[in-house]
Every structure is written in C-alpha cells, then in structure tokens.
C-alpha cells in the first residue's frame, strides 16, 4: 500500500466552528488515537509545514508543472482557499498575496499550455478583509484581469 500524507498541526485541536461542523478540535487527537489502535499509524506520514512564508511555497510550487505535464490533466479542479494565510489560524503558514499569485499566474500559464479545463472553487481564508483581497488576486489572475 502506497504512504497516505495527513497534514496535521496542533493548532486545529483549538478550533472549533460549533455543533454540526466538521471542524472540530476534538476530532484530530481522536482520529490519530484510531489510527494508533488499527495500525493504519504505520502506513501514514504525518507532516505539518510549521511557519512556511512565500519563499519556501513558491520553492515548492516549482513541483507542480512538472506533475501537470506528466499527468495532462483534462480537467483541473482547484480548491483555493486562503486560509494558509499569515492572517489566518486555522493552518500554520505565513503566506500572503505573493504566494496566491505567482501560484494562480502558474496555473493560468500551464493551462494555456497544457490545455486543461479549470474549476476553481473558493473556500477557507476566515479572516477578512484579507480572505476577499487574496481570492481577488487569484480571481482576477483566473479572468486574465
């Protein structure tokens, strides 16, 4: 069996959005404890990129051509959240509008390239009015603004 990678990172055991959301603190230590009892500990990494900024990101970010033109995608899916936001608690990144938009300006060169069909969708960020600047980067980036 291939690793799975869960990202984890203590902050989210203090999170929690309320009854009937799926972000709960308590779920983490529970789910981790799961993992212990059947084994499946073993067969997962667990990583959690404390304190990334811009630099090391888009360091990262360098990967990701390389996959998408291995893959040829026909259809790209992209979840663009903000919540590794410097702003943001909920994951321990340190990342500002730079990373949103050499990351998105990448995407829209490879898709010119490539030829895939993109769908972005929004989500996390929490914290405005950074959460609207940081998806209007990215959105305007999409448009070709």
Partial sequence: MNKV???????????????????????????LAEFRRTGLLEQLEIRSPELIGDDEFIARFQEVPGLLREFQP?????????????????ANLRLTGSSYDYASRKIMELKDELGFKLLALGGGGFVHPMLGLNWGIQISNFCKI
């Fill in 5 to 31: 990678v869960l990202y984890y990172d203590s902050n989210f055991e203090a999170l929690d959005f309320g009854p009937g959301h799926p972000m709960r603190g308590d779920r983490y230590p529970k789910a």
């Fill in 74 to 90: 026909e259809v790209l899916i992209l979840q663009m959240g903000v919540d590794g936001s410097q702003e943001c608690v909920i």
